[in-house]
């Protein structure tokens, strides 16, 4: 029996589960002469590769015949991993129903809830959480299942996990907060939904720049003025000694941020978040 996929026949395996040919995969499956957990050399399985694709039909005769469904590459990912990080939300589902397990890490910490997460897989975010993982997930650097979806703007996939008790202020290693990443990034709505949920608004990096310095660095006209409609400090210098107004690049920036502009009268109607509201 090969458990390597260097033999016409695992290679086959590997082929068919790609493709998604379950009728391939049965006939080479019962020929006996080929297991269900044959492998790569980095330790990648058929299962993995049907999960992978989003092959249900494959994912089902592979577990049937006996895959270990929590088996580990040398990356440290599961077939949940995969599926996850692929948006597969039935496969995930299928994974589940024949006991997959969220616990598993790869080498960099990342489990298949922070995989679903950094590609805002909402869906799969959502099944994920309600089969038992832990919204508290971190990377090797820190990174929460928050952090990377705030890095990429998924709103609602932050919903999900400030709904399921996630940190909104837990900072990565380097003490990057979710605000400063959001806003560094550009993601206004982002920005939006943190703030409204009790970010720090003055949520700083280890060289002291706080989200405003990351919203003007990243040219986020919004972004800054949610923050300062927030009541983020413009006045905070980083380690640098630089102020939000000295990275600006953009005269519409530098106009929001320009005294004149923050003081607002008594007589004038205007709102001091300039237009903005988080309300």
Known sequence: MSFKKDTPLANAVFWAARKGNVALLQLLLNSG?????????????????????????????????????????????TALFLASQQGHDDIVKLLFEFG?????????GGTALTAACQHGHANVAETLLKN???????????????????????????????????????????ATAPLWM????????????LLLRGADRDAYRENGSTAL??????????????????????ALADENNELPADLAKSQRILRVLHPKVLNVTADDNRCSCLGVCLH
């Open 132 to 174: 038992g993982a832990n919204v508290h997930d971190r990377l090797n650097d820190g990174a929460t299942p928050l952090f990377l979806a705030a890095q990429g703007g998924h709103v609602t996939v932050m919903r999900q996990l400030l709904a399921s008790g996630a940190k909104v202020n837990q900072p990565r290693e380097d």
């Open 33 to 77: 002469r080929v297991d269900a957990d044959c492998r790569d050399k980095c330790g990648t399985t058929a299962l993995m590769v049907a999960s992978y694709g989003g092959h249900g039909e494959s994912v089902r005769e592979l577990v049937m015949q006996g895959a270990d469904i929590n088996y580990q590459r040398e990356t440290g990912s």
């Open 182 to 193: 959001a806003a560094q990034m550009g993601h206004s709505d982002a920005v939006r939904v």
């Open 213 to 234: 310095h990351a919203a003007v660095v990243g040219g986020s006209l919004r972004s800054v003025q949610l923050l300062l409609g927030a009541n983020a400090d413009p």
């Open 100 to 108: 997959a397990s969220t616990e598993f890490r790869t080498k960099d």
